[in-house]
């Protein structure tokens, strides 16, 4: 039997084609495909914008969630719900976009009770990578009390699930974005007050008056610099994204000066006990019914065209892909 699937051909050229399970390759574990997502990454990659997939012919998608059909892993068994995010998926192996995925079992994460297959795909590697931020901040010692927490990027995928779970665990949550009329939508998902991105994306001091107590930057360059400027003393800054730039031209000042801790965030090779521990996580402290509210729908055709609009800035929330549709 033949599935679908979306085959990138070379940079930048991607189309619908039917396959064979036995043009999957190696691994442990074949998954029928319920649902992927489009991520920045996946946009870059869809696009050739950028060189994420390093061998072609190539089926893109960081990200898919399903139902495992075969397993020779011995934690994996047929019927198991899992998901999966990075590794070497759309980079060097097979990823999400088709209708079935052969992966190593390792690769694989069970889905939590309270978490569909769908709302697996709406939370993502952008909602996962927001989890692992809300954890890093955590763990250099923040907490609501410690004052207010800024999120960059706020109306992307990354920025809306960081959104929402911040403001649900009760810290004071401030968007910055660039497109203020959607100011009503940050603040259906817990945000308390709404800024300009162009308050932070251009070249700034390199020390500023204290202002955040923590931040979420998905943005990088100047953006996060400035970020950085504005921390105050003892402040958790978590780096998870690059829309602005890879550069980071800033100063060690807040560094050595106010105690600013800089956690990098990454999602693509994490190990398995941070992966579990974010999907716990997730289920225990993401409100569903926002989940929602941050989430549509598209099928498989409308991935190339819907990666062209993210990179322009013009997707808000996150986009589950119906592999099936």
Not at 67 to 84: F, L, M, N, Q, Y
Not at 270 to 281: G, K, V, Y
């Amino acid at each position: 039997m033949t599935f679908q699937a979306l085959l990138a051909t070379k940079a930048g050229e991607a189309s619908i084609v039917q396959l064979h399970e036995a043009d999957l390759m190696p691994g442990d574990v074949v998954v029928a495909v319920d649902y992927s997502t489009v991520n920045y990454k996946d946009a870059l990659a869809i696009t050739g914008r950028a060189a994420v997939i390093r061998q072609f012919p190539l089926i893109p998608g960081i990200d898919f969630a399903g139902t495992v059909e075969a397993s020779a892993h011995p934690d994996i068994a047929v019927g198991d719900r899992v998901v999966a995010n990075g590794w070497g998926l759309s980079q060097s192996h097979h990823g999400g976009y088709a209708q079935k995925a052969r992966v190593k079992g390792e690769w694989l994460v069970k889905l939590p009770d309270a978490f569909s297959t769908r709302n697996a795909m709406a939370i993502g590697t952008a909602g996962y990578t927001a989890m692992l931020s809300v954890l890093a901040l955590e763990h250099g010692g923040l907490t609501p009390r410690h004052g207010d927490v800024l999120v960059t990027g706020a109306n992307g995928g990354v920025g809306s699930v960081a959104i929402a779970i911040l403001s649900g665990l009760g810290y004071r949550v401030v968007a910055s974005t660039g497109r203020l009329e959607e100011s009503d939508y940050l603040r259906s998902l817990g945000a308390a007050d709404v800024i300009d991105r162009r308050t932070l994306s251009e070249p700034g001091a390199p020390i500023t008056s204290e202002r955040w107590a923590g931040a979420v930057d998905s943005v990088g360059s100047h953006t996060l610099a400035n970020v950085l400027a504005q921390m105050r003393y003892r402040g958790v800054v978590t780096a998870c994204g690059l829309a602005q730039g890879t550069d980071l031209p800033g100063s060690v000042l807040p560094f050595i000066l106010r105690h600013v801790t800089l956690a990098g965030i990454d999602s693509v090779n994490a190990p398995q006990h941070a992966r579990l521990e974010a999907w716990s996580r997730l289920a225990r402290d993401l409100d569903v019914a926002k989940l929602e509210r941050m989430t549509r729908m598209i099928s498989l055709a409308e991935v190339p065209a819907l990666a062209g609009s993210m990179l322009e800035g013009k997707v808000q929330g996150r986009i589950v892909v119906d592999v099936n549709a």
